[in-house]
Nanobody, 119 residues
Framework: QVQLVESGGGLVQPGGSLRLSCAAS????????MGWYRQPPGKQRELVAA???????NLADSVKGRFTISRDYAKNTVSLQMNSLKPEDTAVYYC?????????????WGKGTLVTVSS
């Protein structure tokens, strides 16, 4: 089985920074993509940022210029550096990975970590 374990959420004031990290462990042949989604209170889950093979990144328009995603391919980790945080960034952030075990590809999710941006 594969597990995604997130860390780094918390309370931060507007304009502040936080760094989220996620580590994948288990039976992993190849990670096709890793990234972060978020679900604000009362809203649907949305893509924040993702990195695919070859380093191709995808960032939501709402976070461009403020958030940076990075992957460590050797350690099977992905991090999200969040700067200039706004109250509207408040959400539960979920790590996501598209992982192959050599036979098939599956989507995996972390349990989520809460980010609250408030003064």
């Amino acid at each position: 089985q594969v597990q995604l374990v997130e860390s780094g959420g918390g309370l931060v004031q507007p304009g502040g920074s936080l760094r989220l990290s996620c580590a994948a462990s288990g039976i992993i042949f190849n990670i096709n993509a890793m990234g972060w989604y978020r679900q604000p209170p009362g809203k649907q889950r949305e893509l924040v940022a993702a990195v695919r093979g070859g380093g191709i990144t995808n960032l939501a328009d709402s976070v461009k210029g403020r958030f940076t995603i990075s992957r460590d391919y050797a350690k099977n980790t992905v991090s999200l550096q969040m700067n200039s945080l706004k109250p509207e960034d408040t959400a539960v952030y979920y790590c996501h990975a598209e992982i192959s075990n050599g036979y098939y590809v599956m989507d995996y999710w972390g349990k989520g970590t809460l980010v609250t941006v408030s003064s």
